[in-house]
């Protein structure tokens, strides 16, 4: 098993112990070095008074992308803590929401990274940079 599958099981794993994620329903579509795709599928009790994706939605789902992105370098973690994120809306997330995230640059302990939440359609609901903390295991 190559190290890139063995990370990838390893964030994959990790996020079955996130309950909120599994409340939310997203899924993992693909993990590979340093990158992450997630999607989930809107539900009524996630949408806002205009029937789109509440605006915690999108934040939720570009969150957990930009984790597992960073997560993934680093199986030997205990987990990974968002430090800051910073997203901008663009337009309404509705049906099918998709969030690509990816390493802009790996560290030891903090990581940078970027990414965005789309519609089925391909059309951009937001975009997000963040920085990714490494939780590693007391010695």
Partial sequence: MSLAQTNAGFARDFQKKIPF???LGIEVDSIGDGQAALSMQLQPQFTNSFG????????????VALCTAARSQHPDSIGVIT????LQF??????KLTAQARVLKPGR?????EGEVRNE??????KAIGTV???????
């Fill in 21 to 23: 994620v599994g409340h």
């Fill in 52 to 63: 789109t994706a509440h605006g915690g939605v999108i934040m939720s789902i570009m969150d």
């Fill in 83 to 86: 430090i800051d994120l910073s």
């Fill in 90 to 95: 663009i337009g309404v997330g509705k049906g």
């Fill in 109 to 113: 302990n903090t990581v940078f990274t």
């Fill in 121 to 126: 359609d391909g059309s951009l609901v937001a």
């Fill in 133 to 139: 903390r490494v939780r590693v295991a007391e010695k």
